[in-house]
C-alpha cells in the first residue's frame, strides 16, 4: 500500500530526526506532495542550516530510490481547501495549509497518511484516513 508521507516524514529522513529509522523503509514506495516538498527544501535550509544545492540533491536521490513527488493538481487543491476550511481553529486545531495538501492527496490515494503532527493526525482520524504514527523529536507520537 502506498504511504503518503508529510513534509516531517521526508525531512527527518533527510536531517536525521528520530522518525528516520521508520521512514527511511518507506520511502521508496512512499509520494510526497509537490507543496510538502517545498515545505521540506525550507525547513531543511533555513531551520536546519542545510545547504539548499546538497538539500536539493538528497531530495534528487530519493527521488531516484522510488519517492514519487505527486503534482499539485486542481482537484487536490480544492479538497485541500475545504479540509482546511472544516478543520482549521486558530485554537484547537492549528492544520497548516501543507499538512492539508498531504491528507487531501491520502484521501484521493486511499492510502496511510505518515506523520508526527498531532493536530494532522487527528484531523486524518475525522476524515476516516489511516494514519501511521511517526515519533516526533521527543519520541512522542500522535
Given amino acids: 500500500m502506498t504511504v503518503v508521507l508529510d513534509a516531517y516524514a521526508v525531512i527527518a529522513a533527510l536531517v536525521g530526526e528520530r522518525a528516520r529509522a521508520e521512514v ?10 509537490a507543496p510538502n516538498l517545498a515545505e521540506v ?9 542545510n ?3 546538497a538539500v536539493r540533491e538528497r531530495i534528487r536521490w530519493l527521488i531516484a530510490g522510488g ?12 479538497a485541500a481547501g475545504a479540509l482546511r476550511a472544516r478543520h482549521y481553529r ?4 492549528e492544520i497548516s495549509h501543507g499538512d492539508c495538501f498531504a491528507l ?3 484521501g ?13 493526525a ?20 500522535p
Avoid: M, N, Q, Y
Avoid at 525550507?42 to 542550516?49: E, G, M, N, P
Fill in 24 to 33: 527511511e523503509p518507506l520511502l521508496p514506495r512512499g509520494v510526497v506532495s
Fill in 90 to 93: 486558530r485554537r484547537g486545531c
Fill in 108 to 120: 484521493h490515494r486511499k492510502a496511510r497518511l505518515a506523520t508526527s503532527d498531532p493536530a494532522l
Fill in 104 to 106: 487531501s492527496l491520502a
Fill in 67 to 78: 519517492l514519487e513527488v505527486a503534482p499539485l493538481e486542481a482537484d487536490l487543491a480544492l
Fill in 41 to 49: 527544501v525550507d525547513v531543511c535550509v533555513r531551520v536546519h542550516a
Fill in 122 to 141: 487527528s484531523v486524518a482520524r475525522t476524515e476516516e484516513i489511516e494514519v501511521l504514527g511517526l515519533p516526533d523529536s521527543r519520541g512522542r507520537r
Fill in 51 to 53: 545547504d539548499e544545492p
